[in-house]
């Protein structure tokens, strides 16, 4: 990824909250620079779940790691049943960035790894809250039916078996 003046690479462990891969989650967690906690924004149960994951990463790297908490299916405002503001607060309470994605839509999923990268050390500054990247999406509620999930680099959902 492209930053500035920099190239950052990036390195992507996708556990997809499955509780079959939770006695790896601790070697992933100790070499690394940043957890990316996603839930279903459809899905309250998934939200709940964060607290558990963030928790599990302070646990075990402290404050020497970055926490992206992340609001997946951002599009399905028909079905939402967790607000951007009550992820944002969650993001807040924990020190963690926060971002509302649609990876089907692809909105905000650049921004999100561009803000990821640009907070590792040694580029804070570019990673400031507001940047002007961001995408605000209003869409209107879409007929039921038709459906699929893509995955957007994580997934806090637990045992909810959501393949946000």
Known sequence: MYLEDRTVRLQLWDT????????????YIRDSSVAVVVYDVTNRASFASTQRWIDEVRAERGADVLIALVGNKSDAVDRRQVTAEEGDARARECGALFVETSAKAGFNVKLL????????????ALAAPGG???????????????????????????ASGCAC
């Open 16 to 27: 997809a909250g499955q509780e079959r891969f939770r006695s790896l989650i601790p070697s």
């Open 113 to 124: 790894f561009r803000r990821v990268a640009a907070a590792l050390p040694g580029l804070e």
């Open 132 to 158: 002007g990247d961001l995408v605000d999406v209003s869409l209107a509620a879409a007929a039921a039916g038709g459906g699929g999930s893509s995955s957007a680099g994580g997934n806090a959902s637990g």
